[in-house]
Structures are given as structure tokens and as C-alpha cells.
């Protein structure tokens, strides 16, 4: 992962290049094209996943395993219908908790459970506060389609200041109980203030692509297939993709739906988002159950 990480620090930067060369249009169309490739393409295979993260050693019929999954993206759907601003809350919550621990997870190695829980967290929640921050007016608005609530602006930067007072105690705790930690902490911070320049020089929706492409679902991707297969290796991809084809088809044609049937590109983001944490709970509960098996 640490060679990777520099080939994701090129390609951050590269798209920071592209940035300039691109419209506002050309920067949604591109960064929703990545979204929609390997972005949903990291979560297709959750149901392969599922089979061997079954911590109670019994087979699962796949029809079984298929209505626990749809049942949990529905559930997650309806209570974006229902109660909006708590799915949301929810949504932002469990997210920044995934990409703290994709970031994390192997790096970390504590034996306080709920200390490496909570520091995944912040470190997770930070990044999208970060997103929230620099793009605060068209998060503001986003937020106000989905939930009907007014967020005050200001609130993303208090919010912010609180979850990096919180992370600097967990740095200074971790680096003295931690010798491992102390190894990569620094290079961990460099990326922290990658992350910053992407998200401050780039629109909403190009810079949390790049992030959640080249930093989040790529990374993840090659962690199942390690999982799943034993290695990365173009060979063990080709498998990856054919076993997730089908779902991220499915998935696709979901979205399809729902904008030539809400062209209306407010609604429509919002809709989407809602949509990507209906499918991002029973995710992150099988890629937990994943880094477990691990």
C-alpha cells in the first residue's frame, strides 16, 4: 500500500492539472464517470465478500444472502423517505468511519478496540469535513434538498475544529503508547494536507471523486482481491470484475433512473447521495466483517 499511496499522490496532482483544463461541466461528467466506474465497482462484490466474512461458519444460500443485502438498501432508503436528517447524520457518520478505516486499518494495530473505532472515525469524518468546508454552499444546499434543513454554514468549520482538537489528543496519545505508530504518522499528516489542497483547488464533486478513487475505492478494491484471491494481479482483477459485473450494472441502471426521471440537477444530487449511502450502509458492515476475517 505505501507504493501505491505514492502513485495516488501523482495522480491527485495530475488531476489537479486536468482541473485547469477542464469546465465545470467537463469536471462533473469526468468525475462522475469515475464515480460510477470504480467508485460503485468497489462495492459490487460485497455479496462474493459475504460468503466468507460469515463469521458463523454456516453456508449461506445465495438468495438468503441476497435479501439481507437489498433489505438493509432499502431500509437504508426509507429512512432516507421518512426521517432524512437522521439517515444523514447516520450516513456521514458510518462514511467517515469507512474511510478512516480504509486508510487505517492495517496500519493500526491496537489492542483497545474502541481507541482504533474512534480514531478511525475522526480521521474519516475530518476528510468529509474538509469536502464540507470548501464547497460549503453547494453542501448547504444538498443537505437542504435531502432533509429540508438549514445547516448553518458555519457550523462545518466548528464541527472541523472540534474533530482535529480531537485527532491531535489521539496523535499524542497513540504516539506514546504506540511504536509503530510513530513510523507513519508524519506520512499519514502529508496525505491529511494532500487532501487539503485537493479539496481547496477543486469543485465538490471533482475532488471528492479523486479522493474517493485514487485514495479510497482503488485501495479498497485491491484489499478484497487480496482477501478473496490471496494477491493483486490483473488476472485476479478480470475475476473481481467478472464476479461484480452483474451488481454494478444493477447499480448503474438505478442511477440512470433516477436522473432522466429527476433531470433537475439540485434534486438530483441530492437523490444521488441518498442513494449512495442506501448501498454504503451494508457495505461498510462487510468490509468491517472483511478487515475482521483478515
Not at 465478500?49 to 460469515?54: A, E, T
Request: charged share 10%.
Amino acid at each position: 500500500m505505501t507504493n501505491y499511496s505514492n502513485y495516488a499522490i501523482i495522480a491527485s496532482f495530475f488531476g489537479l492539472w486536468i482541473n485547469s483544463y477542464l469546465s465545470t461541466i467537463g469536471q462533473l461528467c469526468v468525475g462522475f464517470i469515475l464515480i460510477f466506474t470504480f467508485g460503485i465497482l468497489h462495492g459490487a462484490n460485497d455479496l462474493e465478500l459475504i460468503k466468507i466474512v460469515n463469521t458463523k461458519g454456516k453456508t449461506l444460500h445465495f438468495y438468503k444472502v441476497l435479501l439481507y443485502y437489498v433489505a438493509i438498501v432499502l431500509s437504508g432508503a426509507i429512512l432516507f423517505y421518512i426521517i432524512p436528517w437522521l439517515a444523514l447524520s447516520l450516513f456521514i457518520l458510518v462514511s467517515g468511519y469507512h474511510f478512516g478505516e480504509q486508510q487505517w486499518n492495517e496500519k493500526l494495530k491496537l489492542a483497545n478496540r474502541w481507541v482504533k473505532f474512534f480514531f478511525q472515525m475522526i480521521y474519516g469524518l475530518i476528510i468529509l469535513f474538509l469536502i464540507f468546508l470548501f464547497h460549503d454552499k453547494e453542501v448547504y444546499t444538498i443537505i437542504l434538498a435531502i432533509t429540508s434543513i438549514g445547516v448553518p454554514i458555519y457550523s462545518f468549520f466548528l464541527i472541523l475544529k472540534i474533530l482535529l482538537f480531537l485527532f491531535i489528543l489521539f496523535i499524542v496519545f497513540l504516539y506514546f503508547i504506540n511504536e509503530e505508530f510513530k513510523n507513519f504518522i508524519f506520512k499519514e499528516l502529508f496525505y491529511l494536507i494532500v487532501f487539503t489542497i485537493l479539496f481547496k483547488v477543486s469543485s465538490l464533486i471533482w475532488g471528492f471523486a479523486l479522493y474517493f478513487i485514487f485514495w479510497h475505492s482503488i485501495p479498497s478494491i485491491m484489499n478484497q482481491m487480496k482477501f478473496l484471491y490471496g494477491e493483486v494481479s490483473f488476472e485476479n482483477f478480470k475475476i473481481y470484475f467478472r464476479s461484480a459485473f452483474f451488481y454494478w450494472i444493477v447499480s448503474l441502471v438505478g442511477i440512470a433512473l433516477l436522473y432522466f426521471i429527476l433531470k433537475d440537477q439540485k434534486i438530483f444530487n441530492a437523490l444521488f447521495f441518498s442513494f449512495l449511502a442506501s448501498i454504503t450502509f451494508p457495505h461498510v458492515l462487510v468490509i468491517l466483517k472483511m478487515f475482521e476475517k483478515k
